[in-house]
RNA sequence: CGGGGUAUAGCGCAGUCCGGCUAGCGCACCUGCUUUGGGAGCAGGGGGUCGUAGGUUCGAAUCCUACUACCCCGACCA
């Protein structure tokens, strides 16, 4: 399965990494770690943030904006927290540069800060250090606030989208006068994650908490929703914690209760980032190229002019020019590429590696017949159909497309998961075909490292939706009552 | 921080073992003509301190020494 997927590289990392450069999304940049999104993947990105950002909305949140640097002093409050986050910190040490002999800069050792800043690896500590002065009564609760920005984690290796030094993401941190409430915040927004990442990008999820091991550091418990790749690798798409009263009781966050009590507020935290933009890349492509959902494609149908000259392309445009007002009166997106420096065969495979969903051709022949070409890109089918109707059909077919690449992925899922009672089976499973393994597991970290150190799996997480059913250990053979996630994961 | 590899035109590479005359190929770029229904063809053209520094030699991309950067595999890890 993965391997015909890679028939272009000796590995998937290398095929995966080439895609990504190939189709414009991003590259490398000259600082080590961080990556360029050039405006294509950026496209995709905005697309994405907008339908997170409507639903984030849609559930009662609002976005603000907190600072870059943290105080160490802020960070190192909470002690999971700073022990979690401390081995991949970038730190401001000084505040300025003077001229050396040599003219060039050096840092001026005169410059150095009092207290260090840490550049935000995730933001608890400086948003808890300013929800402290804004919360004082339940009557200031909840506070439901989310924030889209960069982060920083100065990782050992990188790999474009899915681990860079630098990301983009979205961050939201909620206070409750309650547990339950706080609960049930972490629970909606694992629902918001999932909805988008299945109806938006078309990726199927499995929803589900995470093992002490895995958990966030400072967290209670973690739940994520876990994808799988189409090399057999789980891919984590996003984490809702519930952080219980750590990061209140570490920040001194305090209200006063209806009742007059003195209480801890209830905190949760919860991102995706775009590392979303790794997961479509790698959940749909093929040999051709990307495969980009309709919904989330920066422009969902491309039409590509047959001619041999300019008059021929003038009135081929007039046309064009007529089906794109009726695809922009249905909201379809479309791009008119009439660029005479590419000739049509360039452009029709430039369009299929960069994704997009639909493309139309039009030359003399359809210009007599009244009709045009249509490709679909998750088939590669093409079909001549009458001008006549155009925006229905087109319509339909995104929908069509949408669902059909849903359900590859699904099926895909389906086929590559597997259920497995001995532990000998589970590692052949891992050997040879990978994917998602339900297995049973007694409950102890212990147990969860072992079984990381001798096969490299992990628990991705205990789903939320299982059944009840009698089974014993794969590794220790001791009694369970339920199976948990396991796979390779990036 | 370990183990392996690479550094030659904007990009991708050959040439290095076994030193030699003007450093080559593909893509891209420029000019012209013909083309345009799946990454066009032909002809001509521009572009290089061969990663840096030193050494050996009549002669170094090629051999020696040191340094630097990047990539891959680990270790680390949303």
Partial sequence: MAKELTSRSENYS??????????????NSAVRGCMVIKPYGYAIWEKMQAELDRMFKETGHVNAYFPLFIPKSFFSKEADHVEGFAKECAVVTHYRLKNDENGGVVVDPDAKLEEELIVRPTSETIIWNTYKNWIQSYRDLPILINQWANVVRWEMRTR?????AEFLWQEGHTAHATKQEAIEETEKIVDVYANFVENFMALPVVKGLKTANERFAGAVETYSIEALMQDGKALQSGTSHFLGQNFAKAFDVKFASKEGVEEYVWATSWGVSTRLMGALIMAHSDDNGLVLPPKLAPFQVVIVPIYKSMEQLSSISDKVDEIIAKLKAKGISVKYDDNDNKKPGWKFAEYELKGVPVRLA????????????????DTLEKNVVEINGIENYIETL??????????????????????????DEFKEVLKNKGGFILAHWDGTSETEEKIKAETKATIRCMPLEYEEEEGTCIYSGKPSTRRVLFALAY
């Fill in 398 to 423: 995104l929908d069509d497309i949408q669902n059909n690449i849903y359900k590859k992925a699904f099926d895909f899922r389906a086929a590559n998961t597997v259920k497995v009672d001995t532990y």
């Fill in 362 to 377: 039009m030359g003399p022949r359809d210009l007599e017949n009244g009709t045009v070409e249509i490709a679909r890109r």
């Fill in 14 to 27: 290398q095929w995966y990494q080439d895609l990504v450069i190939k189709a414009d999304l991003a590259e």
């Fill in 160 to 164: 474009l989208f899915l681990r860079t």
